[in-house]
């Protein structure tokens, strides 16, 4: 599977952007996704995640409220909707994907990552 991550941007806090990552292979439906982050000069860190038929959903609790995942498998795309950003949201954006759920807690473990897309929130 071949992840590209798009939909980076610069926005103003309070505002909105939408991640996209797309999947090549007629698999798809048979990986569950995260969407993770990365600062600068922090660690890496799990911001959401989607079950293969999409009705097992996880949030980090600084997004929870905030952002929304979903996954549309006809088109091979899961899908980050992000409101209210701040600057704290500020990040490269990565996803992931990797046949079991659980292991997206496991970054070690992913089987497949996208390549990243900036995301930059100004105050």
């Known amino acids: 599977v071949q992840l590209q991550a798009s939909g980076g941007g610069l926005v103003q806090a309070g505002g909105s952007l939408r991640l996209s990552c797309a999947a090549s292979?007629?698999?798809?439906?048979?990986?569950?996704v995260g969407w993770f982050r990365q600062a600068p000069g922090k660690e890496r860190e799990s911001v959401a995640a989607i079950s293969r038929s999409g009705d097992t959903t996880y949030y980090n609790d600084s997004v929870k409220g905030r952002f929304t995942i979903s996954r549309d498998n006809a088109k091979n795309t899961v899908y980050l909707q992000m409101n209210s950003l701040k600057p704290g949201d500020t990040a490269v954006y990565y996803c992931a994907a990797d046949p079991v759920f659980f292991v997206l807690s496991d970054y070690g473990r992913i089987a497949y990552w996208g390549q990243g897309t900036q995301v930059t929130v100004s105050s």
């Open positions: 292979g007629r698999t798809f439906s048979t990986y569950a």
